[in-house]
């Protein structure tokens, strides 16, 4: 069936760097957008990332840019985020989401989410 | 990039309807028809139930349905079942080309 699985999270300290993975099956992975949308303990979900379904077009919510980076291998059916200069209001729930189509910015199928802690 | 605006909560009783409504701008909610609607329960991933403003995705009930009027979407849900307590997210794609989402709707089926 249609998966999404994360992995990576943990606990690291402000200014450390994190890579979470999100691994892809059921579906073909290169034929569609994908997002990074997170969720801090007890708030609502904040989106993070977009990358399309050929890399070429890469966006990012202002509070992470210039510090995260999306990316994808097809021929793994992975997806990945790259987190650098962590901060502690980074700590959330970070589900990874299948665009519904290539860029139709609505969220059909989501990973059970992977915790990301940003503590010394 | 501000958060889309929801109701913090909404109660209804069985059967009865109830509205979130989600406001934005001109740059997200008014602009495109790319807005989304999200069911959360507690501990579990967000469910896709509305898309591009009033369409349902396979398997969602059609007692949830979706409207909007200029920045203000609607998710409206009919026939209340206490299944349907849980929090309710609208998203927009922005004209910076991102998204944003609202902040959340907890609704009690009392």
């Known amino acids: 069936q249609v998966q999404l699985v994360e992995s990576g999270g943990g606990v690291v300290q402000p200014g450390g760097s994190l890579r979470l993975s999100c691994a892809a099956s059921g579906f073909t992975f290169s034929d569609y957008g994908m997002h990074w949308v997170r969720q801090a303990p007890g708030k609502g979900l904040e989106w993070v990332a977009f990358i399309r379904y050929d890399e070429i077009n890469k966006y990012y919510a202002d509070s992470v840019k210039g510090r995260f980076t999306i990316s994808r291998d097809n021929s793994k059916n992975t997806l990945y985020l790259q987190m650098n200069s962590l901060r502690a209001e980074d700590t959330a729930v970070y589900y990874c989401?299948?665009?519904?189509?290539?860029?139709?910015?609505?969220?059909?199928?989501w990973g059970q989410g992977t915790m990301v802690t940003v503590s010394s | 990039q501000s958060a889309l605006t929801q109701p913090a909560s909404v109660s209804g009783s069985p059967g009865q309807s109830i509205t979130i409504s989600c406001t934005g701008t001109?740059?997200?909610?008014?602009?495109?028809?790319?807005v989304s609607w999200y069911q959360q329960h507690p501990g579990k991933a967000p469910k896709l139930m509305i898309y591009d403003v009033s369409n349902r995705p396979s398997g969602v009930s059609n007692r949830f349905s979706g409207s909007k009027s200029g920045n203000t979407a609607s998710l409206t849900i009919s026939g209340l079942q206490a299944e349907d307590e849980a929090d309710y997210y609208c998203s927009s794609y922005t004209s910076s080309s991102t998204a944003v989402f609202g902040g959340g709707t907890q609704l009690t089926v009392l």
């Open positions: 989401a299948k665009d519904r189509l290539r860029s139709a910015w609505a969220f059909d199928i």
């Open positions: 001109s740059s997200d909610v008014g602009g495109y028809n790319y």
